[in-house]
């Protein structure tokens, strides 16, 4: 039998696993709102060369990605969180890769989110984050080479209102 304090833990876990993807879904989609779903109010963000208080930092983000990217993809791995009390240390990888406007180019970043997460009124969100970098370079993408597979058959993947899943593709797909 599973006990109520490794329930609760697990609970936890699964909740701080959400609020990255939360996060990751909002830098990719371009939608402030999600990246500040992430954080409390009164979070800061260590990302290096912009750091400062983590909500101001979702709003320039995402208007660096719409100014400077076609398209952005963050991957998360490799998370483990050690739960205390109502605090929580979370460590996870995290992938990026960024198509530049105008380019062929794609920036790839490997790093880690290192969070200080809290629970307030029963809510986790993070207060702190220190992003790390572990490495990181360019590359450019070659044409499109499984000739069995159309790429122009695929949904096409968008921002905001124009994505799939943010868009009203997600909610065509959960009343039909």
């Not at 101001?56 to 791995?77: M, P, S, Y």
Request: with cysteine; charged share 25%.
């Amino acid at each position: 039998m599973i006990s109520n304090a490794r329930l609760e833990e697990l609970s936890a876990k699964q909740a701080i696993a959400d609020l990255l993807l939360t996060y990751c879904r909002g830098i990719d989609r371009c939608d402030a709102a999600l990246v500040k779903e992430a954080f409390w109010p009164d979070a800061y963000d260590n990302h290096g060369a912009d750091a400062g208080p983590a909500w101001e930092f979702a709003d320039r983000i995402v208007a660096a990605k719409l100014a400077t990217t076609e398209w952005t993809t963050h991957a998360v791995t490799n998370h483990l969180v050690e739960v205390d009390g109502d605090r929580a240390f979370s460590e996870a990888i995290v992938l990026t890769f960024q198509k530049q406007t105008g380019s062929d180019q794609v920036n790839v970043f490997c790093g880690r989110y290192v969070d200080r997460v809290e629970r307030r009124d029963g809510t986790w969100r993070i207060a702190y984050r220190q992003m790390i970098h572990d490495w990181s370079g360019s590359t450019v993408l070659e044409p499109w080479a499984l000739s069995g597979v159309a790429s122009g058959a695929f949904v096409q993947g968008g921002r905001r209102d124009g994505d799939f899943v943010t868009g009203a593709g997600r909610d065509a797909l959960m009343h039909d």
